[in-house]
């Protein structure tokens, strides 16, 4: 069976999403896109084919139809999930839904309440939980590789040029306009912890700043604009090398540059940020979410777990310490080093080993979310998501209690 489906959002996530059914054209079809911006509604329609009555401006445009597909991927900005996901519900569509589910703790109720009350399947965009690597962890821990889970370190390295991009000029960089850094982009980390230990959370701690990106730490002489300025020589935020660097890049055309301007040339990128948002000064103070931010957790069999998100890091796979009573674990996001405490020997494994398809987005996770959920759609096996909305509501409510934490400031020490 072909599974059909609707695309609400065409941005970066939502042509991702969609890019499934190019690999996998016997499995599904994009059959309809609903976009505000028409430049990229077209250009994923035309990718895939889509006749222009199934293009629709809006997601109340493409709600007012009948059912027109399987499932609908719901990829559009964060504040704008829980209006579409209840109407699309409604009329019997199967939802895939891009994280965060929402940005308060009452829409996502709301959303799981949606979910329960429609019956439809309804699953939460956590790819960490599909990619081999993540398999490979849980099949260790599952068999007892290291006993009892005692501690979890985790680290989500975003990377100084991600962050900038994202959170500082990108469409994260306000809470009030989406949503913490913390839940934009680690609520992913969360529920692998959630995951992975296996057990259900029970508190939650935090402490967190906006550290760098502000205007108290502009350096004197620079610029509103990268292009403009006489320090971007020695900035590790210029805009200017960064884009241009993207752009020497094919693999990077996709993401980020396509965010910055949709003409890929050189005086289309410079016009872009001549005058868009990416081209702006990182100190210029129109962000306020957190630059580095660490959560603790203690789940109710008594294991705890770190994640430290970091803007100050080079990028790359998160890095994941797992000790245990009878051995420890540490693995990097494609390779899991396991220490056995009876023996002594060290033994190294790598998901490349087995063919697994790691290097595609988010290590593999894109291509196995979008999988397992096409497969369960098509065969009705909802067995075969885990990352459905209850599994997925763990994660985002140690998000909003982590910031509730880290807004209340910590206890002060007594010096």
Same mark, same amino acid.
């Given at each position: 069976?072909?599974?059909?489906?609707?695309?609400? !959002?065409?941005?970066?996530?939502?042509?991702?999403?969609?890019?499934?059914?190019?690999?996998?054209?016997?499995?599904?079809?994009?059959?309809?896109? &609903?976009?505000?911006?028409?430049?990229?509604?077209?250009?994923?329609?035309?990718?895939?084919?889509?006749?222009?009555?199934?293009? $629709?401006?809006?997601?109340?445009?493409?709600?007012?139809?009948?059912?027109?597909?399987?499932?609908?991927?719901?990829?559009?900005?964060?504040?704008?999930? /829980?209006?579409?996901?209840?109407?699309?519900?409604?009329?019997?569509?199967?939802?895939?839904?891009?994280?965060?589910?929402?940005?308060?703790?009452?829409?996502?109720?709301?959303?799981?309440?949606?979910?329960?009350?429609?019956?439809?399947? /309804?699953?939460?965009?956590?790819?960490?939980?599909?990619?081999?690597?993540?398999?490979?962890?849980?099949?260790?821990?599952?068999?007892?590789?290291?006993?009892?889970?005692?501690?979890? +370190?985790?680290?989500?390295?975003?990377?100084?040029?991600?962050?900038?991009?994202?959170?500082?000029?990108?469409?994260?960089?306000?809470?009030? =306009?989406?949503?913490?850094?913390?839940?934009?982009?680690?609520?992913?980390?969360?529920?692998?912890?959630?995951?992975?230990?296996?057990?259900?959370?029970?508190?939650?701690?935090?402490?967190?700043? /906006?550290?760098?990106?502000?205007?108290?730490?502009?350096?004197?002489?620079?610029?509103?604009?990268?292009?403009?300025?006489?320090?971007?020589?020695?900035?590790?935020?210029?805009?200017?090398?960064?884009?241009?660097?993207?752009?020497?890049?094919?693999?990077?055309?996709?993401?980020?540059?396509?965010?910055?301007?949709?003409?890929?040339?050189?005086?289309?990128?410079?016009?872009?940020?001549?005058?868009?948002?990416?081209?702006?000064?990182?100190?210029?103070?129109?962000?306020?979410?957190?630059?580095?931010?660490?959560?603790?957790?203690?789940?109710?069999?008594?294991?705890?777990?770190? /994640?430290?998100?970091?803007? $100050?890091?080079?990028?790359?796979?998160?890095?994941?310490?797992?000790?245990?009573?009878?051995?420890?674990?540490? !693995?990097?996001? =494609?390779?899991?080093?396991?220490? +056995?405490?009876?023996?002594?020997?060290?033994?190294?494994?790598?998901?490349?080993?087995?063919?697994?398809? &790691?290097?595609?987005?988010?290590?593999? !996770?894109?291509?196995?979310?979008?999988?397992?959920?096409?497969?369960?759609?098509?065969?009705?096996?909802r067995s075969l998501v885990h990352s459905g909305p209850r599994e997925s509501l763990d994660s985002h409510r140690m998000a909003f209690a982590a910031e509730r934490s880290r807004l209340a400031g910590g206890l002060p020490m007594d010096v």
């Open positions: 069976m072909t599974v059909s489906l609707a695309i609400v !959002g065409a941005g970066n996530r939502g042509g991702t999403y969609a890019g499934y059914a190019e690999r996998f054209p016997e499995r599904a079809r994009v059959v309809a896109v &609903a976009e505000p911006r028409a430049g990229h509604r077209d250009a994923l329609a035309d990718r895939h084919q889509v006749p222009a009555a199934r293009r $629709f401006p809006s997601w109340q445009a493409l709600a007012d139809q009948p059912r027109l597909a399987d499932a609908v991927v719901v990829a559009t900005p964060d504040r704008e999930h /829980l209006a579409p996901v209840a109407r699309l519900a409604a009329l019997g569509y199967d939802i895939l839904l891009e994280k965060p589910m929402a940005p308060t703790e009452q829409e996502c109720d709301a959303v799981v309440d949606v979910a329960r009350r429609t019956g439809v399947l /309804l699953t939460v965009c956590h790819v960490l939980r599909y990619t081999p690597y993540t398999a490979m962890v849980k099949r260790l821990l599952d068999a007892g590789a290291v006993g009892r889970i005692v501690g979890v +370190d985790h680290l989500e390295p975003v990377g100084w040029w991600h962050f900038a991009h994202s959170y500082v000029r990108g469409n994260w960089r306000r809470a009030d =306009e989406s949503s913490s850094s913390l839940l934009a982009k680690c609520c992913h980390d969360l529920d692998w912890l959630r995951y992975v230990v296996d057990d259900v959370p029970v508190r939650v701690s935090s402490v967190g700043a /906006l550290y760098h990106f502000h205007p108290g730490n502009r350096p004197a002489g620079a610029a509103d604009r990268c292009l403009d300025c006489p320090l971007r020589g020695t900035c590790p935020y210029a805009a200017d090398r960064f884009y241009a660097e993207c752009l020497a890049d094919p693999d990077r055309h996709v993401w980020p540059l396509s965010v910055v301007t949709r003409d890929l040339s050189p005086d289309g990128v410079r016009t872009a940020l001549r005058e868009g948002p990416y081209g702006r000064c990182v100190y210029t103070g129109g962000n306020d979410v957190v630059d580095h931010q660490t959560v603790t957790v203690s789940f109710a069999g008594g294991a705890t777990a770190t /994640l430290t998100m970091s803007a $100050f890091t080079p990028g790359g796979h998160r890095r994941t310490r797992i000790m245990g009573t009878r051995g420890y674990l540490e !693995g990097d996001g =494609e390779r899991v080093t396991l220490t +056995d405490f009876v023996t002594g020997e060290t033994s190294t494994l790598d998901t490349a080993a087995g063919g697994a398809d &790691a290097g595609s987005g988010h290590g593999g !996770g894109d291509h196995g979310l979008m999988a397992a959920f096409v497969e369960a759609v098509g065969t009705g096996d």
